[in-house]
T-cell receptor, first 114, second 113 residues
């Protein structure tokens, strides 16, 4: 069975601070994909990134960066210099390479105060 | 805009009534998914179509739930004899065959009174 755990339910920061969201996963599959989605107050899930299990290179996209560590089954997400528009719920998700369904974590609500 | 669309966006119904939701995926996407999200939780997988074939169903999809994708384009999700526990956001997503990213629609929020 697959499981994704996001231990932080809510994080509050002041604008321009960095924020790191933790994601720990469990799977018996040897090949899998990890994802991060953003859900702003409007409700629509927005795809942010996909990472293959065999590619442990960290990735940076603008103010976003992701740290994938297979040894600790973690796929953490950092927002640098946060902005008010980053306020949203962020979900980490897992999918087996041969599967189709996404298994989501419980989400972390990020509140960025001006 | 050619994203995933869902209709209606909100539905309030009385317990015991039937409801039907519609999802229109991104036009070139062969795969279509339904998820359910309750307040404060992550989305949970319900079912998945490849073209018109329903290939996987979750145990969450009780016999009161039925989903169709008759022509491999839009999909409908029907809930019969609604219960208060069915109150949730119902999300539809689509992806390219062989593709990995699932693109989500805005969801239909169902409230059963």
């Amino acid at each position: 069975a697959q499981k994704v755990t996001q231990a932080q339910t809510e994080i509050s920061v002041v604008e321009k601070e960095d924020v790191t969201l933790d994601c720990v996963y469990e799977t018996r599959d040897t090949t899998y994909y990890l994802f991060w989605y953003k859900q702003p107050p409007s409700g629509e899930l927005v795809f942010l990134i996909r990472r293959n299990s065999f590619d442990e290179q960290n990735e940076i996209s603008g103010r976003y960066s992701w740290n994938f560590q297979k040894s600790t089954s973690s796929f953490n997400f950092t927002i640098t210099a946060s902005q008010v528009v980053d306020s949203a719920v962020y979900f980490c998700a897992l999918r087996a390479a041969a599967g189709n369904k996404l298994t989501f974590g419980g989400g972390t609500r990020v509140l960025v105060k001006p | 805009d050619t994203g995933v669309s869902q209709d209606p966006r909100h539905k309030i119904t009385k317990r015991g009534q039937n409801v039907t939701f519609r999802c229109d995926p991104i036009s070139e996407h062969n795969r279509l998914y339904w998820y359910r999200q309750t307040l404060g939780q992550g989305p949970e997988f319900l079912t998945y179509f490849q073209n018109e074939a329903q290939l996987e169903k979750s145990r969450l999809l009780s016999d009161r739930f039925s989903a169709e994708r008759p022509k491999g384009s839009f999909s409908t999700l029907e809930i019969q004899r609604t219960e208060q526990g069915d109150s949730a956001m119902y999300l539809c997503a689509s992806s390219l065959e062989g593709g990995d990213e699932q693109y989500f629609g805005p969801g239909t929020r169902l409230t059963v009174t």
